[in-house]
């Protein structure tokens, strides 16, 4: 059974940083792309960043490029997303996916992933 869980998630005052993880288990994960996505209150879920697991390629969403940083750990089977300097609104519960790199043709779209885990929300106070 699959299964991606997220941790790393708290209340963190504006300009600080948190590191979210994301342990992945269940199966191989060598040829998914394992990606973070969020979702506000009162907004849709939206595309943060993506990672290719075998050769590490990395794509983010603009509004975060220079801020955030996707990453992962090979022998952990764990991805992990560092953001730093903070804003309220980056205020969500952020998620991560994992889908066939086969069948990503767009790393934004959600459907595009075949595995969730269930959030961690991050809050970020002005």
């Known amino acids: 059974q699959v299964q991606l869980v997220e941790s790393g998630g708290g209340l963190v005052q504006a300009g600080g940083s948190l590191r979210l993880s994301c342990v992945a288990s269940?199966?191989?994960?060598?040829?998914?792309?394992m990606g973070w996505f969020r979702q506000a209150p009162g907004k849709e879920r939206e595309f943060v960043a993506a990672?290719?697991?075998?050769?590490?390629?990395?794509y983010y969403t603009d509004s975060v490029k220079g801020q955030f940083t996707i990453s992962r750990d090979n022998a952990k089977n764990t991805v992990y997303l560092q953001m730093n300097s903070l804003k309220p609104e980056d205020t969500a519960v952020y998620y991560c996916?994992?889908?066939?790199?086969?069948?990503?043709?767009?790393?934004?779209?959600?459907?595009?992933?075949?595995?969730w885990g269930k959030g961690t929300q991050v809050t970020v106070s002005s």
């Open positions: 269940g199966r191989t994960f060598s040829n998914y792309v």
């Open positions: 996916a994992g889908g066939p790199v086969h069948r990503i043709v767009v790393f934004s779209t959600a459907t595009q992933y075949d595995y």
């Open positions: 990672i290719r697991w075998s050769g590490g390629s990395t």
